[in-house]
């Protein structure tokens, strides 16, 4: 998923480090390491299903909580970075989120519940991280080169999330999994000790991203940064006059919606591609064909640059959405190769969605731009609900079926593209 740096951030010093390779790489790794702890949910989910005989509903409970983040902790994030400062705060969402991934030691012998804690914990540190660093991107270097940094960032980011199913599929996915059925015909006492072998094979991995973590706010804490203040031009709008502009209103729901669907796939991948009329995958290997969803989206990026440059970003909004819906539809109602690769190639459509919508939404709203864009943020926590409310359907009809609920979010986007096409046909969104 890509991240968006706010339009109302300035540097409060103009005098930029001597050199600022450096800084920036460590701001394009935390970048990285969003994508990868983000898409690593996806070889999660699944496993621990099996684990605790979860439900889907129960299973997606994982991103509730982590999506669940944005919505609770965001505010008092922008309070907590007003009074420590934009470098400080990156350091502490880096501890917190370091803190999260240490929890999942102690959960792997204590139950699903603590998982899920350990979950929220991880993206409590990541929304405050956002909020943080996401500004230095454009300040690490002159103005007229912001553009190309963003997207030298967001292409990290994007490599983070392709590369997290096929390391947690070798790393998480690796032992033999029992069914349903199968646990089930184990003494108790045996099931006990299944259970706790399985959810051990997280605790390296999640070790492991916890250093990493606390090394990157260590790097963070070090490195020199220039200072950044809250652009003034946005601080007095009320919140009236931003639901004022439809497109943002209507932007907001769209973000919801394809962030929901986006997440919701992925989140169910490994199990659909487990079905036997589908492709009868192991987990371990439907884990490298989840970094196939993402890598498309990664590849579509580059692609829909280059096509943006001729067609309105409505148009190819409204195009992808049709082209995703009509993917998701065959997967819904197809079976085998073709099903799964149609679902697989969701991700080449998902590709210009999240930064179409936002630059639309945001299409001249002046000094509003900043809260703007504080309330498209917070519609991320589409990730928390489409997901939950796929699962629902998913163990009332079947796994299948359940992807008509992110085809109808592809729905919305394709309205949202469609209606404000011409709005925007005479070049890309401000």
Partial sequence: MERVSSPALAPLDHAQPANTAFPLTVVTILFFMWGLLTSLNDVLIPH??????????????????????????????????????????????LAIAAGGCALFYPAAT???GLFLFAFFVLAGGITILQVAANPYVTVLGAPATASSR????????????????????????????????ELARLPAAQQVVYQAHQAAAVQGPYLVLA???????????????????????????????????????LGAVCIFVYVGAEVS?????????????????????AALYVSYYWGGAMIGRFVGSLVMRRVSPGRA???????????????????????????????????????????????????????????????????????FVQGALADALGLQPSFLVPAACYAFVLYFGARYARLYSHGPAA
């Fill in 211 to 249: 250093a990493a973590l606390l090394g990157l706010a260590v790097l963070f804490a070090l490195v020199r940064l220039p200072a950044i203040r809250d652009g003034a031009a946005g601080a007095a709008a009320a919140a009236g006059s931003l639901l004022q502009h439809k497109h943002l209103v």
């Fill in 317 to 387: 909004l409204a195009c992808n959405a049709a082209l995703a819906i009509l993917l998701v539809l065959t997967a819904t109602f197809g079976s085998g190769r073709t099903a799964m690769w149609a679902l697989l190639a969701v991700g080449l459509c998902n590709s210009i969605m999240f930064p179409t919508i936002f630059s639309m939404a945001l299409h001249r709203l002046g000094p509003l731009t900043g809260q703007a864009s504080g309330v498209l943020c917070m519609a991320i926590v589409g990730g928390a609900i489409v997901p």
């Fill in 265 to 285: 796939i992925g989140s169910f991948l490994i199990n659909f591609l487990g079905e036997a009329r589908i492709a009868g995958l192991a987990h371990a290997d």
């Fill in 150 to 181: 963003l997207n030298l960032t967001q292409a990290f980011n994007s490599l983070g999330t392709t590369l997290a199913p096929a390391l947690g599929g070798l790393l998480i996915l690796s032992g033999t999994v029992l069914g349903a059925d």
């Fill in 48 to 93: 621990l299903k099996s684990i605790y005989t979860l439900t889907y509903v129960q299973a997606m409970l994982v991103q509730f909580c982590f999506f669940g983040a944005y919505a609770i902790v965001s505010l008092p994030a922008g309070m907590l970075i007003r009074r420590i400062g934009y470098k400080h705060g990156a350091v502490t969402g």
């Fill in 110 to 112: 204590s139950g699903y």
